[in-house]
């Protein structure tokens, strides 16, 4: 039997990152991989603007990557996306997508009526009256404006995930530590904290690797694109550009707080546990001196996440440089793990 190929299709401010990825009796495997940028404004903060110009991204992904494909799992990121831990009644899976927006309707800041609902068990409820899981709402709006960019590029969404929740299943490292996996993009940061691939927080800030970027363009009076040439080879590397170094180190703090204060929330939402260990994914994770000054101010062990964990290369791969994939892929890798 031939494996099953389909599309990850990951949406970013700056850029779409697309794997293709093959599923067959030995597991998931790399077919492809491409990143296209985005015109600047297309999309902001997860929600497109702009949808001719997603479509011609997409269609460009396409051509210039050869994809073979044209199933896709779309990602999703949004502010006002909820995912919480919640008790439902123990239903058919058919019998309980109906009946979500019932159960959870005053247990969410969002309109159910204009909301996307998943529920995700979290045990096997066997006869029990009740099941623990994750609800998932985001607004339905900008899900159909990405849905109908896409598809206007020729492919078909099978489905729609989280990024998140993607980011979780591409990157977690199954144990018993706490673990925090930060993806750092160009407009938004995910965190989500989770022990053994179970979330515990799962967050999205509204800060980014811009918000460097313009605080070094005004700081030294640079245009922006030396401003993120500066940043992306000096960083927090003072040895290399003190300046440089330090106006990165004051634009970076408040994220640092705000990570800093997700981990708080884990004892404070009576969850008496410690993050031990930090994987870094995104863009925005590749900059020069974060993992040691997120190990010295969060007192964490840091590390890179590994795009390929989970993915097989085969003689059939058409993306030459696996080894050099960007931590920026992870979502879409993980796109394709969910839907197999």
Known sequence: MAPTTLIGLDIGSTSIRVVEAGHGKDGPTLINYTEVPLPPGAVQSGVVHDEKA???????????????SKRVVLGVTNMQAVVREMTVANLPAKDLRASLPFQVRDSLPLPVERSVLDFLPLENPGLNETVRGLLVAVPKEPILTAVRAVEAAGLTVLRVDLASLALLRAAARLDDQVEAIVDIGTQITTVIVHTDGVPLIVRTIPRGGAEVTTALASRLNVATPEAEALKCRIGLWSENGPEV?????????????????SFAYLTTAGQPKQVTRLVLAGGGGQLPGLPDTLSDQLDVTVDYADPMARLRRTRQSRHASVEALPLSATVSIGLTLGAA
Do not use: K, Q
Not at 54 to 68: E, N, P, Q
């Open 245 to 261: 170094a330090e106006t990165v180190r004051e634009a970076i703090r408040p994220l640092l707080n705000e990570i800093r204060g």
């Open 54 to 68: 997603l479509t011609a991204a997409v269609r460009h992904a396409r051509a210039s990557a050869g994809l073979s």
